[in-house]
């Protein structure tokens, strides 16, 4: 068997983030070739997320890139089990990197696509095999959203500080010059920020399923059964009315500002830019 000297387990180990005695191990089976030694180690950790399929990925952090122009932007989680590697600079990296490959992605949804994103002859697949082999977890691309432009309009994210919660917003203009304006681009990070924090069920009441409003009503009308026949239908539409005022983005009142409603304060940054601007979608993500 050909020694191995310390010095090439020391470099395999920088280079796989493994331990000692598996690089060891890897570069014996590798007859001492490093390139070699690498594979073997990719595959043991191929072969280790196999047996973690099973277990439950509640911690990761939101990431979000934007294209140079403004016009692409993505959103996306990378998850793993434990808060402890959440918070390694290894998986920060990997996180990172996922936003890069989210972005450089053909398709706009659908996780495994980015898997098969290669960027400069590295697929990211690649990469979370190697963060899921020096981490010892499962390691897995969680919820991802890419969002373009087809118009006037720009996109805007917020993370929360924690990097558990995000949120990614399309805004359609009537011209470029109110897209551009500062206080319009304020306005969309307010929204964005609004929208980690209250965590709307849809942007209008269009967008709830009849199923959840059925629940709702359902809800509502036990609630007061024992009212009088006459008023219990006026007694379920208001609170009805406030479901929709509570849980509809566009009806919600604005976190920075309680007076008005979120459709307000976009109405009037928008008249200040001068043009007009709608919300056309949004998406929020959230680990933990």
Request: proline share 1%; with cysteine; glycine share 6%.
């Amino acid at each position: 068997m050909m020694e191995i000297s310390a010095s090439m387990v020391v470099k395999l180990r920088k280079m796989s983030g493994q331990g000692m005695m598996d690089c060891k191990m890897a570069l014996q089976e590798a007859a001492g070739d490093i390139d070699q030694a690498m594979t073997i180690l990719r595959k043991k950790g191929l072969a280790t997320l196999a047996k973690r399929a099973e277990r439950e990925t509640t911690e990761g952090l939101v990431v979000c890139k934007t294209s140079d122009d403004g016009k692409t932007a993505c959103l996306v989680t990378l998850c793993c089990e434990t808060d402890f590697v959440a918070k390694s600079s290894n998986f920060a990296a990997a996180a990172d990197a996922l936003a890069e490959y989210a972005l450089a992605c053909s398709s706009d949804e659908g996780a495994e696509n980015i898997l098969e994103t290669t960027i400069d002859g590295k697929k990211f697949g690649d990469i979370l095999t190697e963060i899921a082999s020096k981490t010892g977890e499962k390691i897995q691309v969680g919820d991802y959203a890419k969002y373009k432009l087809d118009g006037p309009g720009l996109i805007s994210a917020y993370i929360h500080f924690n990097q558990k919660v995000g949120t990614m917003v399309q805004i359609d203009t009537s011209d470029e010059t109110t897209a551009a304006a500062d206080v319009l681009k304020q306005t969309a990070a307010d929204i964005a920020m609004h929208i980690t924090a209250t965590k709307p069920l849809a942007l209008d009441k269009d967008g709830i399923s009849p199923e959840t409003i059925e629940r709702e009503k359902a809800i509502y009308a036990e609630q007061v059964k024992n009212k009088p026949a006459n008023i219990i239908d006026k007694i379920v539409e208001g609170k009805m009315k406030k479901f929709f005022e509570e849980n509809c983005l566009l009806d919600q009142k604005f976190v920075k500002d309680d007076s008005k409603t979120v459709m307000q304060v976009l109405s009037e940054a928008a008249k200040q830019a001068g043009g007009q601007a709608k919300i056309k979608r949004y998406v929020r993500f959230e680990v933990g």
